[in-house]
């Protein structure tokens, strides 16, 4: 059973970072996509970055294209969330997702494609 934990949530003033973290368990870590997703209150989900975890090939959206990194520590089974330069707006419940195929561009705006969740972690900015 693939198990995904999300932590490094918190309160941070625009202008500012947090460093996201997703351990996983329960699969060949190097054959799946992971993703972070996101939602704020009263929107839909949005993709953030996605991951290749056999190439470690990346996918960022534009929305934060510039500001926020995607990686893995294969020794560790961890995927990680850059985010620098927080704004507002990138306030939202983030989500860490997995699933068993090889991503690309077009998954994320498909978070129906992925068919592991974690519980998500709050990220909060203020103005």
């Known amino acids: 059973q693939v198990q995904l934990a999300e932590s490094g949530g918190g309160s941070v003033q625009a202008g500012g970072s947090l460093r996201l973290s997703c351990a996983a368990s329960?699969?060949?870590?190097?054959?799946?996509?992971l993703g972070w997703f996101r939602q704020a209150p009263g929107k839909g989900r949005e993709g953030v970055a996605v991951?290749?975890?056999?190439?470690?090939?990346?996918y960022i959206a534009d929305s934060v294209k510039g500001r926020f990194t995607v990686s893995q520590d294969n020794a560790k089974n961890t995927l990680y969330l850059q985010m620098n330069s927080l704004k507002p707006e990138d306030t939202a419940m983030y989500y860490c997702a997995a699933d068993d195929s090889y991503c690309s561009t077009t998954y994320l705006a498909h978070p129906d494609d992925f068919d592991y969740w974690g519980q998500g972690t709050q990220v909060t900015v203020s103005a």
């Open positions: 329960g699969y060949t870590y190097s054959a799946y996509c």
């Open positions: 991951l290749n975890t056999g190439s470690g090939r990346t």
